[in-house]
């Protein structure tokens, strides 16, 4: 006698598997759609720390101009030292930094992905604040 048994998946075993793949799929892609944005939104992020980081060392700079005395520091000597201009945006990697100093004692910052880069529709907005003594 011979066994003839045939080894293989059933139809309802595939379509089982399928059908739990598709919501596997139907979970996860919403996340992964999320998580790009988000990370193009945090490189934004750092471009706005890495401008924060300029202004601080150009308020170092005009402080050391002004032998010491932070009184005489406001947002545009700061401006001044690190040769940046109200409204004129200065590029930081793939971002674009728009400097605001109307303020006495802060500078605006408004940051958006250059344009033809892969953060071209990320936005972050930040405030630095001179620092007292």
Known sequence: MKNSK?????????IAVLVIIGIMTAVAA?????????????????GISEAKASLSVGYAKAYLTADGISSNINASAVM?????????????????????????????????????????DATATGTWTVPVQ
Request: charged share 20%; with cysteine.
């Open 80 to 120: 001044t030292a690190c040769t940046f201009a109200d409204a004129t945006p200065e590029e930081f990697g793939d971002v674009q930094v728009t400097f605001d100093s109307t303020a006495t004692g802060s500078i605006g910052l408004d940051a958006t992905g250059i344009a033809g880069s892969k953060l071209v």
């Open 30 to 46: 919403p996340k992964f759609i999320n998580m790009a944005q988000e990370a193009k939104d945090k490189a934004v992020l750092a």
């Open 6 to 14: 045939k080894s293989g998946f059933t139809m309802v075993e595939i």
